[in-house]
């Protein structure tokens, strides 16, 4: 019923940009998050934004340099990466909230070459 897919990773030289889309399918829902996972680290959090409001919150590492957006008719959430640095060389994922349910997307490789 539920699906979230997340296109938009590629390779990137250092400094370039990459707007990465996660798209739900089978219902609304309360926020979405981008996490992202690098080899041999944790899942970590980069962005939330609320669906109704558009309240957003980045973590330290990102702010600047990445935004999380929306699109309520498309049910499709954002998010732009500037001036990206090897470091943000990860796996990104897309999460959905509604309620005490929480879904995940398969992923979407983002390499940033130096």
């Known amino acids: 019923q539920v699906q979230l897919v997340e296109s938009g990773g590629g390779l990137v030289q250092a400094g370039g940009s990459l707007r990465l889309s996660c798209v739900a399918s089978g219902r609304t829902f309360s926020s979405y998050s981008w996490y992202r996972q690098a080899p041999g680290k944790d899942r970590e959090f980069v962005a939330r934004i609320n669906w109704s409001g558009g309240s957003t919150y980045s973590d330290d590492s990102v702010k600047g340099r990445f935004a999380i957006s929306r699109d309520n008719a498309k049910n499709t959430v954002y998010l732009q990466m500037n001036s990206l640095k090897p470091e943000d060389t990860a796996i990104y994922y897309c999460?959905?909230?509604?309620?005490?349910?929480?879904?995940w997307g398969q992923g979407t490789q983002v390499t940033v070459s130096s």
């Open positions: 999460n959905a909230q509604f309620g005490s349910s929480g879904y």
